[in-house]
């Protein structure tokens, strides 16, 4: 059985939550407890292989147990780097993250050989409001070798799907016998999930 670690990441509110809980639930729901990080897990069947998929999302706000983006990047075996098209600063520190996961001081060979990284314009429905233009996110996606998706979480379950599922194809292929290292704090099973998005504070979209 194959585990994967994928790290969802980007600034305060670009919809990390969102993504996964889309990705885990098929539910767009709008309101997501944020004030500790998680780990969700999922067992997956891809390409006939059984997989444990473990999806981190950390905490953007000040709590307890947050995990330094250095222990995340060295957890993870790839990355779903997110920013909202309709806040440059999310872009920009969706920028400076990818620069870190690339550094090589960072690391290992699993870096820069084994790391994927994928490059996530969220919000796409709010193009109205759009601060970021789609060709941005593509000309930062091809100068870090990651690929680029732009999309709402709000409205695009299948893309949403499509992102994960490749990721744990790319991750899967490249993390045979790979070492584990230290994974951030926190576990929930789908059942606090639900909890979690159901039962704690709430944010307005
Ligand atoms: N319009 C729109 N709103 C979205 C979309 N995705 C997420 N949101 C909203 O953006 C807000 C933040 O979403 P979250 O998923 O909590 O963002 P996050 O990145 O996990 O935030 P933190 O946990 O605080 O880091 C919520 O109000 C969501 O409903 C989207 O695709 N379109």
């Known amino acids: 059985m194959n585990e994967i670690k994928i790290a969802v990441l980007g600034s305060e509110g670009v919809g990390k939550s969102a993504l996964i809980v889309r990705f885990l639930t098929r539910r767009f729901i709008g309101e997501y407890a944020s004030s500790s990080e998680c780990i969700y ?35 993870a075996d790839g990355f779903v780097v997110v920013y909202d098209i309709s806040d440059r600063s999310s872009f920009l520190t969706a920028k400076a993250i990818v620069h870190l996961i690339r550094e090589p001081h960072l690391g290992t060979a699993k870096r820069d050989v084994d ?20 060709d941005e996110g593509q000309c ?16 695009h379950y299948q893309e949403v799907a499509l992102i994960f599922f490749k ?3 790319n991750a899967s292929l ?15 099973s789908m059942v606090k ?13």
């Open 115 to 134: 790391s994927f990284i994928f490059l996530v314009g969220n919000k796409q429905d709010l193009c109205h409001m759009r601060e970021v233009r789609c």
């Open 41 to 75: 897990r999922k067992r997956l069947s891809v390409d006939g292989r059984q997989i444990n998929l473990e999806l981190y999302d950390p905490c953007s706000q000040s709590c307890e147990g947050k995990s330094t983006l250095n222990n995340q990047i060295h957890w």
């Open 140 to 155: 930062l996606a091809a100068e870090f070798h990651c690929q680029f998706y732009e999309l709402s979480a709000a409205d």
């Open 174 to 188: 490249g993390s045979k016998a790979k070492e584990r290292r230290r994974r951030p704090s926190g576990s929930k």
């Open 167 to 169: 990721m744990v194809q």
């Open 193 to 205: 999930l639900i909890n979690n998005v159901f039962g704690k504070r709430r944010k307005s979209v």
